[in-house]
């Protein structure tokens, strides 16, 4: 049986598991680019109304978060198992690096 986001009750109980899971600080900072980039490119993309801008987007923000866990954290992207919460998780976790809630 797939395991899917029914075994977290809550984004509130997945986020603990998600920052558990980027340990390592030079994830983190990976992430937090990659989050950033999309945030911009998604900005650029509606600005200039340019298609290829959106559909790179999902390159963009995972393309810097898989390397993170890959090569530094040496763990499977939370993505896999629980897409939606840990999309919700790359921007929770980028609003609390900005607010230094954790350590950039």
């Known amino acids: 049986m797939a395991v899917t986001e029914s ?3 809550s984004f509130g109980d997945f986020y603990p598991y998600y920052l558990n899971e980027h340990k390592n600080r030079i994830c983190r900072r990976l992430h937090f680019l990659g989050t950033g980039l999309v945030l911009l490119t998604l900005v650029f993309a509606m600005y200039s109304r340019s298609w290829p801008a959106l559909m790179a987007l999902p390159l963009v923000g995972y393309g810097f978060a898989w390397v993170g866990h890959l090569f530094f954290e040496h763990n499977k992207p939370a993505t896999f198992k629980y897409p939606v919460y840990s999309l919700i998780g790359d921007f929770v976790m980028f609003r609390d ?8």
């Open 7 to 9: 075994r977290y009750e």
């Open 97 to 104: 690096m900005l607010t230094g809630r954790i350590p950039f």
